[in-house]
């Protein structure tokens, strides 16, 4: 059976959970959520996809499972992939998808939002700065922690790596520039150069072209 | 051996591992680190402690471990409790786990740093009233969750609790009226109730008093 994965294009979150599904060769298929006309917050989305308004949602036959992470676990559960390859490594996966979660996709996904798909005079100036500000911090922690290292963790990609790229690939202006993080930026071409790869807007559907 | 964890009291993401250890009867004791003399953000504590600048760290002889999911995975894997009774309830603690650390403990934390550590003068007011909104709809979402529920997953207390609450407890003003949310009290309350519980303050070293 096709696993259903609920998302949309922009969605650096959808797109931690369709990377993986994608290289890790499953039989899935997205289904769109029209998030930028209030999708994923009706009340028959929470009630019957995810009390937290939010994708990605995946769907396996009766399993129904949200947040990036989670999804990213099942992945390895039902493939092998991507997880760590010892127990060590499997916890500094959960670590750094932690990490992700509070301190680099979250922030980096609301400062894209708010620069990009508000209206221009609705963008509150002070809070893209405050949160650009900590965003480098963010790009400064995962840069000295490329030094020297393909992974973020262990000796290939894993779930940290499908992570903490989640908005990094993106067009739109958030403040983050790959050229000023020669680690990142070499990393992120090793994610871009593996087998089956696909940039956001070529894995989901839904981009700012459709809104146009 | 005594298991050392890197904390201070102020902190209410090292209080999501402090709480656990506390709990399960594990043999602990807190290291305070003076965050607010830059604690953790020297080169050493990067070197050698945490490179992400950032408490909680666990160290259990030549096991350290960092992010506070991270640690509370490791209570569960030496007692076998607070990870959810089967694997579906696993994955819900991990779900809510996630969920915390993007939308409700991360915001949670900086709002009450802004509006409590911060000099009167340097406080962000548009910052403030922003991640307010957004604390906001997560304790809409957390509310929701509760209702009719004793617990966010299952029977008894998880992790799932233990990180939700991480600030909750603190009496410095950032927006969180507990008497606005019933279920949240309701639920606040039974984890007063659990055998053992102390308050942030009373569990780690380290308290706003100390700096008046």
């Known amino acids: 059976m096709t696993i259903k994965l609920y998302c949309f294009g922009e969605s650096g979150n959808a797109y931690k959970a ?15 959520v029209d998030f930028f006309n209030g999708g994923t917050r009706t009340p ?11 994708v990605p949602v995946l769907v396996d036959g009766g399993v129904t499972l949200t947040q990036s992470g989670v999804i990213q676990h099942y992945i390895t559960e039902k493939t092998g992939r991507f ?10 996966v959960l670590r750094w998808q932690f990490w992700d979660n509070h301190k680099l996709s979250s922030q ?15 963008r509150p100036a002070e809070v ?12 400064q922690v995962l840069e000295a922690h490329l030094e020297g290292r393909d992974w973020i963790v262990g000796a290939g990609p894993t779930h940290a790596d499908f992570c903490c790229c989640g908005y990094l690939f993106y067009p739109e202006p958030f403040g983050f520039v790959r050229a000023d993080w020669p680690n990142i930026d070499r990393w992120l071409g090793s994610i ?3 087998p ?8 989901m559907p839904g981009s ?3 809104r146009a």
């Open 108 to 122: 980096a996904g609301m400062t894209r939002f708010l620069m990009n798909f508000l209206p221009e005079e609705k």
């Open 208 to 210: 700012p072209a459709d």
């Open 128 to 139: 893209i700065a405050f949160t650009q500000a900590r965003l480098k911090a963010a790009y």
């Open 83 to 92: 997880g760590g390859a010892t127990p060590e490594e499997a916890r500094e």
């Open 192 to 194: 871009e150069a593996l």
């Open 18 to 32: 369709a990377l993986p599904l994608q290289l890790s060769g499953l039989d899935w298929a997205p289904v769109k």
């Open 196 to 203: 089956g790869w696909k940039h956001p807007y070529d894995l």
């Open 44 to 54: 028959e989305y929470r009630a019957e996809i995810n009390e937290m308004g939010e």
